[in-house]
């Protein structure tokens, strides 16, 4: 465990770090100060601790947003349609193995059986 020093919002801190995690903590510590900065610079609160639990709650509402949308993401690209694989060997395996690529090629085949012609 290493020690890594700090500073937040002007006032130094001696921070615990498992080894190689110290990049992640200064970003950690970055974030934390600039929001106690913001809060601190709009000037209506002076006492450091109402500061800094703004900071987390402002954080934490931030990490929140975030999941919510990884969570919509994810529950978007599970209802939407397959993507079309690239050409190559990896398409050729997948279509001929694949039910879906078959159902997939079929009908492109039978749109463009009039003439044949994309365009």
Request: glycine share 6%; aromatic share 2%; charged share 20%.
């Amino acid at each position: 465990m290493n020690q890594v020093e700090v500073t937040i919002l002007g006032q130094g801190y001696l921070l615990a770090c498992p080894e190689g995690s110290e990049a992640r903590l200064e970003a950690a510590v970055a974030t934390v100060d600039r929001e106690m900065t913001a809060i601190r610079d709009a000037g209506r609160i002076k006492a450091r601790e109402r500061i800094a639990v703004l900071a987390a709650l402002n954080i934490a509402f931030q990490l929140a947003d975030r999941v919510q949308a990884d969570a919509r993401a994810q529950r978007q690209a599970a209802a939407s349609p397959p993507a079309i694989a690239p050409p190559g060997p990896a398409r050729a395996a997948s279509e001929g193995t694949d039910p879906a690529w078959q159902a997939l090629i079929s009908r492109i085949d039978s749109a463009l059986s009039s003439d044949g012609h994309l365009i």
